[in-house]
């Protein structure tokens, strides 16, 4: 079973800067891609990040570029998303999730499983 656990995730604010990491465990991590999205109170799960296998390719919302940076270490499990002058309206909760293939996607339905989530507050 694929077990992904968010951490990082806190109250900070606006142009701080926060680290949110993704440990996995249950199957081999280095094979597959994994992703970042995120959900603000109501509004829809929306994409935000996506590493491929290897870490050598990368995809990134419009709303983060320059900001955000996703990377990953394969030797240790753990996806990471360092994430940079930060506003308000970045406050949601994010959620990492894996693939089973290899290739990055924005699209949450190309998924197959997803963390629990952490909470990131941005104050004005």
């Known amino acids: 079973q694929v077990q992904l656990v968010e951490s990082g995730g806190g109250l900070v604010q606006a142009g701080g800067s926060l680290r949110l990491s993704c440990a996995a465990s249950?199957?081999?991590?280095?094979?597959?891609?994994m992703g970042w999205f995120r959900q603000a109170p109501g509004k829809e799960r929306e994409f935000v990040a996506s590493?491929?296998?290897?870490?050598?390719?990368?995809y990134y919302a419009d709303s983060v570029k320059g900001r955000f940076t996703i990377s990953r270490d394969n030797a240790k499990n753990t996806m990471y998303l360092q994430m940079n002058s930060l506003k308000p309206e970045d406050t949601a909760i994010y959620y990492c999730?894996?693939?089973?293939?290899?290739?990055?996607?924005?699209?949450?339905?190309?998924?197959?499983?997803w963390g629990q989530g952490t909470q990131v507050t941005v104050s004005s």
């Open positions: 999730a894996s693939r089973t293939t290899m290739g990055a996607a924005m699209y949450a339905t190309l998924y197959d499983y």
């Open positions: 249950g199957r081999t991590f280095g094979n597959y891609a």
């Open positions: 590493i491929n296998w290897t870490g050598g390719g990368t």
